[in-house]
C-alpha cells in the first residue's frame, strides 16, 4: 500500500500573497470554495500572513468576517492560518493576554490549525500562542524558519522541533519562505526529526518555488518521511510563490507516494484561478522564472528591490552592489537571524544605511532593538562591540528575557481605545484588529459600512480606465506591512529614507 | 568523491525553439558564446532542430555559416545537433546517400555530436544516419522518444536502447519532448538499460519543464546512473522550454552528484539572455506556468493551439473539446505512435477532421502515409479498417519495409536543381540546403547577400514601431515547419484547411 501524502493548499491566502501582494478579494475566492473542499486537502490555508492586514488596508473587508465566510464554504476542511508567534499579525510583540484572546478568537470563528511560527525562531516568541491554540483544543503547527548560515546544522534543527514537541505541538512545519531548501538538507533535516521525535510526530513541509530546486526538495522530504506538503493550485504558483498542487500530484505516479486529491476538482480550480489571475494584472509579482543568486547572496528578491527603491530615493542606486554585500555582515554582526519578514526589512535596510553613512554611524531603531535583544534571541552570538552601539544610540538596555515579559497587560486599555473608534462594533474581534493595526483600523471602521472593495480590474478594459476603488491601490504592489519613515541626516543634509517590507 | 554529473547547455538551440520560435538571431547568441564555451558544459546544442529551417526561412542566415561561426566561437565545446533520422532536418525520408552527404557536410563543419531520433522510434529510420556520424568519426547519440500508451513499457525502451547501441551508438538519449516523463518512470528506465546495456554506456536525458514535475525526473534519472542531462541557462528556461541550469547545479548539493559547471560563467550567460529575451517577446510562449492536464489527454500544448486555430478557421471553435476526445482514439488507430513532429500535426489534424466530417470520412494524405507504413512502423497494430480506408483513398498499398528503401538515388538530382537555382554558390552545402527545403532555398538563396535579418526589436521601441525586417515575421509564433494547405468539401461547401506544426 503506497503512503498517503497530505496536502495544504495554500490559494487562499499565501499563493495570492506572494504572487499578487496579497490583493484578491474574498468575492474572487468564492467561486472556488466547493472545489477547494471537496477535493481531499489536508487542509486550506486561507487566513493569517499578510491578509489581514490587505483587508483592512486595501480590500475594506472585515478579516474575521472573511474567515467565517471561509468556516461555511468550505465545511469539510480544515482551515489553516499562519500567526507571527507573539506577533501574531501585527509588527510588534503582544502581551499573553492579547495572544490568547486572538487565538480564542481565531478559534471561535473557525479556525482550526494554527501555524506558529517566530522570525528569529526563538522558541520563547511561540509559546504563548502555542499554549493558547492547545487550550482552545485546535491543532498547534510549531513551525522553524529555514534558513542557512554557518551556525544552522541539521541538529539545531532538530533540537528546535524537539522543544516544540514538548510545547505540546501537534505537528512540525518546516518553513522554507525564501527557497533556500535544497533536496539533500530536505531529507536530512526530516529524516533527523523523525528519528529524534519518532515517526509518529507529523511533518509538514513549506517551501517557494522561487530557486526552481524545491519540487525535488518536496520528493525528498516524502521520501524522509514528511506527511503533508504545501502546494498552490497551479494557475496561481511558482515564481516566488509556490510548486503547483496538479504537478505534486503526478510527481507521485509509480512511487511509494500517493496524494488522495481529486484531479477534477483540481482542474476546476485551476480553471477559475486562471480566470481570475488576470484581474490582478497590476499587482502581480515580475518575477516568472527562477532566481538562484540567493543561494550565495542569502538575500530574498524581494528584499533587493526594496533596497533598490531605498537607493534610488536618494539618488544612490549606483550602490546596489555595495549593499548587497554588505548585507551578509550585518547578518553576521545580528547573529544570522533567518531573513524573513521583519528581520528581512531590519537587515537589509541597516545595510543601506551602512552603506551610504559609514558602517553603523546610524543604526535604525529597529536594528537597535534586534542587537539589544528586544526581537528575541538569535542562534549566533550578536556582535558586542555593535550592541553597544545599539545601547547608545537606543538608550536601551540589552535584554536576555523573553521580549514580551516586559510587556505589561495591554488587554483593557487596548479595548477601551478600539471602542471608542468611530465604527467599531463594540466586539473583542474589533478590539484585536485596533490591537494589530492601530494606524489602520480607525479608518477601516469608518468605512466598513461600504463593503469590501475588490481592486481587481476586468483585464478587457482599457488600461485608462477608472481607478482602483478604494483610493488606495497606489501603494502598489509588495507586501502590505506597515511603512517606516527615518529621517537621516548625511554630511549635513536630511534625507528622507522610508523603510518597507519585504517578505 | 561525488561522481560527476554533465550537462548538455540547450539556449543555443532548443530553448529558444520552444520559447521564442527559433527566431533568436545568430548575432544575438555570438556575445555569450565565451561564457558558454568556458562554462563546463558536456555538449553545447546550437544546430539541427528547427533552426535550421528557421534560418532559412526568417532570419536569411545561412545554417552553414552559423554552424562554422559556433565552430569558432565554442573552440573548448562539443558542438552538438538534433537530426530527424532519415528526415534529416527537413519533412520527408531522403534517400541513403543524401543522409551520408548531410552527416558528413555537418561533421566537416564542426558537429561533433549527433541526436538522431525517430518521430515514430522506428529503429531502421535512425540506422543510415547513426552509420553516417561513426564513419564520420563523431559522436552518435541514439534516441529514444519517451511516451506513454498502454503498448508502451519500460522493457520496451530497454529493447529499443539494445537495438540503438548494436547500431553503434556511443550514448543513448531518453528525449521527452512532451514533459511527460515523470519521476519512477525515469528512475526505471535509466536503472534498466544501465542493467542491460552496462553502466558504462553512457545515458543523457532530455526533458521539457511543462508539466513541472521533470526536474525530479532529472533528479530520479541522476540517482539511476544517467551521465548527462539536459538543461537551459535560466533566463530563457520553465515553460515549454527546459528545466534551469543553475537550478540543476543548486539541487545536487550535498548530494552525491555534483556537476562541473562555473557558477560565475553561468550567472553572466544568465544576465545576458534576460537582456536578449525581450528582443523577442512577440515570438515568446504564452505560456509560462505550468500545464499537467498532457499527463491525461496525451496532447501537448502546442498541438491544442493548433488545432483551436484550425478549427477556428471553420467557425467551429466550440468543438475544441470534442477534438481533444478524438485525439486518443486516432492515436490508438495509429499505432500508439510518440505525439511530436511530425506525428503531432498528423494525428492532430486527423482528429480535427474526424470531428467535422465524421470519423476517418476524409484522410489527409499524411495520416494516408502513417497508416500505410510510409512514415515507418509503430508500437502497436494500426487499424486494419483504418488501414483499407488509407488504402482506398490514397490509392497506395500499405508497406512494411523500411520507407526509405523505396527511394531511388536523388543527390545527382538534386545537385542539378539546387546548382540552377539563382544565388546558389555551387557547395554541396547549398544542395543540402535546398534538398531540405525546395520551396523555401530558392528565395534564401536569391536574398542571401542581403546578410541576416535580426527579428529581435529593442523593447523600448513603440509597439507601432518599424516593421520586423525581412518581411516574413507575419507567420508569427509557432514551430517553422511548412504549412500544409488542404480544400475540404464538408455538406456541399469548400472549407480551407491549413496545418501547421505543433511541436
Known sequence: MPKTIEVTELILRDAHQSLMATRMAMEDMVPACEDIDKAGYWSVECWGGATFDSCIRFLNEDPWDRLRKFRKLLPNSRLQMLLRGQNLLGYRHYEDEVVDRFVDKAAENGMDVFRVFDALNDIRNVRQAIKAVKKAGKHAQGTICYTVSPLHTVTGY????????????????????????????????????????????????????????????????????????????????????????????????????????????LLKVKEYFAGIRPRYKEYLSNITGVETEIFDSQIPGGMISNMESQLKQQGAADRLKEVLCEVPRVRKDAGYPPLVTPSSQIVGT????????????????????????????????????????????????PITCRPADLLKPEWDQLRSSGLALKGCNGSDEDVLTYAMFPQVAPKFFSTRQEGPKNLGKDPSAKPAAAPAPGGNAETGKGPVMSTISYDVKLNGKTHKVTVAPSA
Chains 1, 2 share one sequence.
Open 158 to 265: 532538530v533540537e528546535m522541533a524537539e522543544q516544540l514537541v514538548d510545547l505540546g505541538c501537534d505537528s512540525i512545519c518546516i518553513k522554507d519562505m525564501a527557497a533556500l531548501l535544497k533536496p539533500q538538507p530536505a531529507y536530512d533535516i526530516v529524516k533527523a526529526i523523525k528519528e529524534a521525535c519518532g515517526e509518529e510526530l507529523r511533518i509538514h513541509v513549506h517551501v517557494h518555488a522561487t530557486t526552481g530546486v524545491t519540487m525535488v526538495s518536496l520528493m525528498k522530504a516524502i521520501e524522509a518521511g514528511a506527511d503533508c506538503v504545501d502546494t498552490a493550485i497551479s494557475s496561481l504558483s511558482l515564481g516566488p510563490g509556490h510548486n503547483p498542487t496538479e504537478s505534486l500530484v503526478e510527481m507521485l505516479e509509480g512511487t511509494p507516494y500517493v496524494t488522495k486529491l481529486d484531479k477534477s476538482r
Open 350 to 397: 541597516q545595510a543601506v544605511f551602512n552603506v551610504m553613512m559609514g558602517r553603523y554611524k546610524v543604526l535604525t531603531g529597529e536594528f537597535a532593538d534586534l542587537m539589544l535583544g528586544y526581537y528575541g534571541t538569535t542562534l549566533g552570538q550578536r556582535d558586542p562591540e555593535v550592541i553597544n552601539l545599539a545601547h547608545k544610540q537606543a538608550r536601551k538596555n
